[in-house]
């Protein structure tokens, strides 16, 4: 009775986002965002490869994210996949010997992609060695993310290119990751079948702390795992099967120039919608 109370409650608040989803969860919106590079591997296989690379390198200044994405998946060719299995690992270190972006070096990068390349040799891919840690569609995908982080970093530290779920972080990258490979919709391209969408956290960031904050969802000061958790439980209210549904479209307010959190939160009032 109290579940069905709240979802009542919350069904204002839901014909809002569904509205916001539908008018902003297009490709069009898409452009800057390192999203856009996935959509140029048809084979899953590669697209979790290149998604992996581009969501761990998803930190900064947007446009210097676009830049250095493009620019290691250049390297990796057209079959990011095919590049890993027949490729030598010195041979990977001396490919991006003298890379650096920001906090990351060339050892990271070059331990990410062995250690994905490690992943597939023993796994046959990322999502197998994923989906391993995950038990059932009643849990959510953290233990996954820990058996994946652990293996892949076996091949060397990765450092902040890849966090540790077992800490505080709320891994916003990883879980981002997961959003491009498990939802299937106009934006999200998908592939991953072994995990279901309801499964997924928030990728919280700045933008998703602040909307999750004015609708009560957390009172967290800081948007660490246990906020993303919380907000994800919020959104869960309102989405079961799908909780992270509208993290693209209202993230697009406060990331794209033409559009900020003050419209969005004129377009739903947010404030006056807080649970």
Request: aromatic content about 10%.
């Amino acid at each position: 009775m109290i579940a069905q109370a709240r979802r009542a409650q919350l069904i204002p608040l839901k014909k809002k986002l569904d509205a916001v989803y539908e008018k902003y969860n297009i490709q069009e919106y898409v452009d800057p965002d390192p999203l856009l590079f996935l959509y140029d591997y048809p084979k899953v296989r590669d697209r979790e490869i290149a998604g992996l690379v581009a969501a761990c390198l998803a930190y900064g200044r947007v446009e210097m994210i676009m830049k250095i994405v493009g620019q290691v998946l250049e390297k990796l060719g057209q079959s990011p996949f095919n590049y890993l299995v027949n490729t030598r690992d010195e041979i990977i270190d001396e490919m991006f010997m003298g890379f650096k972006y920001r906090f990351a070096t060339d050892i990271h990068l070059s331990s990410l992609l062995k250690g994905i390349k490690h992943v597939i040799m023993e796994y046959g891919s990322l999502e197998n060695c994923f989906s391993t840690g995950v038990a059932s569609e009643d849990g959510n995908v953290l233990v996954g993310l820990g058996r994946l982080y652990r293996q892949i970093n076996q091949a060397g530290h990765t450092g902040h290119l890849l966090a540790d779920p077992q800490k505080n972080s709320a891994c916003k990258r990883s879980h981002l990751f997961l959003r491009w490979m498990v939802r299937k919709d106009a934006v999200d391209p998908g592939g991953w079948e072994s995990v279901s969408p309801r499964q997924l956290i928030i990728p919280l960031d700045t933008h998703m702390y602040k909307i999750g904050t004015l609708l009560g969802f957390t009172r967290r000061k800081s948007p660490d795992k246990i906020c993303a958790l919380e907000i994800t439980e919020g959104f869960r209210d309102i989405w079961e099967q799908d909780p992270v549904k509208y993290d693209f479209s209202l993230t697009r307010f406060g990331i794209r120039r033409n559009l900020d959190l003050d419209e969005l939160n004129g377009f739903i009032n947010l404030n006056h919608l807080a649970i």
